[in-house]
């Protein structure tokens, strides 16, 4: 299964450890952050791919086009990670712009998944969306959700 790496996605890595050098420093010490930092994206990668919800593929697609044009975890500071956020996206981007329809999609089902994720599940797809966003200049949608692990 393909995930995420420090080595293939330095942007992700980088987003994340600025997001939380500060705290970085004052529990490890400036000359202890390059270990720690190296060991704590290998542990958050390893979260987020054991936490990642099963979606269809067609789910997937629908939360990146959601969230095509709003913020996303890496690109806030101080946003909450909570399924209510997400819960409230998708439902304004299905009400909004069709997106169930457009992407096959049972919003009510959909919708019940997410009411159910916990903070770890809402962060792995808040990480694969923010993936798909990161990487579509250069791989079609679907390709950067394969390359995630998510639809194959």
């Not at 990642?52 to 913020?71: F, H, I, Q």
């Not at 409230?88 to 998944?113: F, G, I, Y």
Request: glycine share 4%.
């Amino acid at each position: 299964m393909n995930t995420l790496n420090p080595a293939r996605d330095p942007k992700v890595i980088q987003a994340v450890l600025q997001y939380y050098l500060p705290s970085l420093h004052q529990d490890y010490g400036p000359r202890n952050v390059a270990n720690y930092a190296a060991e704590a994206s290998a542990r958050y990668l390893v979260l987020m791919r054991q936490h990642r919800p099963s979606l269809s593929k067609a789910e997937w697609l629908l939360l990146v086009d959601a969230y095509w044009s709003t913020l996303t975890l890496f690109e806030s500071n101080q946003m909450a990670i909570t399924n209510d956020l997400l819960l409230l996206e998708v439902e304004d981007a299905c009400t909004m712009e069709d997106l169930a329809t457009k992407w096959s999609v049972d919003q009510a089902e959909l919708l019940r998944k997410i009411a159910g994720f916990s903070p770890v599940e809402t962060m792995a797809v808040l990480h694969v969306i923010e993936y798909a966003k990161g990487h579509s200049g250069e791989l079609p949608g679907e390709q950067a959700l394969a390359q995630c692990g998510t639809a194959e």
